[in-house]
């Protein structure tokens, strides 16, 4: 099958931009980690860590202390993760800092195959 042919005949499914995920005190998100981004900012470069959650699509998580516990944990894409939003620590009167609890999932990361995408409407 010639590969103009394969593209008449696959089958499509439409992606959406991740969501912010913006938090209250203890909430979580679950998921499989998909990697990381550079975003811009107000205050300049910051990375966000993207989430795929089963049903929900994908969620951006910003914050220091997360991309710290995500390298101190050495995550790949496909681990199943777990974020637990803990508080905004104030750092001076206009400033915080996102406090986070990463936990990792101790089963096999799941394929590139197996990553959920985004669920038919």
């Known amino acids: 099958m010639s590969a ?3 593209l008449k ?9 991740p969501k912010l995920w913006r ?19 107000q205050h300049g470069q910051y990375e966000v860590v993207t989430v795929l959650v089963p049903y929900k699509g994908a969620f951006m998580v910003s914050g220091t202390m997360l991309i710290q516990l995500a390298d101190a944990a050495m995550i790949s894409r496909g681990d199943a993760i777990r974020i637990v939003f803990v508080e905004r620590q104030p750092l001076d009167l ?3 800092m996102k406090v986070f609890k990463l936990y990792v ?5 799941l394929t590139e195959a197996e990553l959920p995408g985004e669920e038919p409407s």
């Open 94 to 96: 206009e400033r915080y």
């Open 9 to 17: 005949t696959m089958k499509w499914r439409e992606v959406s931009a």
């Open 105 to 109: 999932g101790e089963s096999e990361a």
């Open 23 to 41: 938090p209250k005190d203890g909430e979580e998100l679950i998921g499989y980690y998909a990697g990381r981004t550079m975003r811009d900012g």
């Open 4 to 6: 103009s042919s394969k």
